[in-house]
């Protein structure tokens, strides 16, 4: 059974940073993207950050700058960078692989980020 653990997550000031991590667990297969998603209180989930295997990244325009993505292939770990936190960066931060042959999504149990002015 795959799983999906995120870490890192927590209270922090308005400016400070955080690094999320995201491990696969169990026998997950060949995975094509790795992403970060967010859905701040009463709205709906955002993708965040997105990263294929070849390295190829992709950031929401609000976060431009700011966060990075990153892999670990033999880790099967994706990673998120975040620096220079706004308030409104306040969310649950999900990660979410997107696995080839069959092609299927996995997702994470979700960590809070709060960030405080």
């Known amino acids: 059974q795959v799983q999906l653990v995120e870490t890192g997550g927590g209270l922090v000031q308005a400016g400070g940073s955080l690094r999320l991590s995201c491990a696969a667990s169990?026998?997950?297969?060949?995975?094509?993207?790795m992403g970060w998603y967010r859905q701040p209180p009463g709205k709906q989930r955002e993708m965040v950050a997105r990263i294929t295997t070849d390295g190829t990244t992709n950031y929401a325009d609000s976060v431009k700058g700011r966060f990075t993505i990153s892999r670990d292939n033999a880790k099967n770990t994706a990673y998120l960078q975040m620096n220079s936190l706004k308030p409104e960066d306040t969310a649950v931060y999900y990660c979410?692989?997107?696995?080839?042959?069959?092609?299927?999504?996995?997702w994470g149990q979700g960590t809070q980020v709060t960030v405080s002015s």
């Open positions: 169990g026998s997950i297969g060949y995975i094509y993207a």
């Open positions: 979410a692989f997107n696995r080839l042959g069959p092609m299927q999504t996995y």
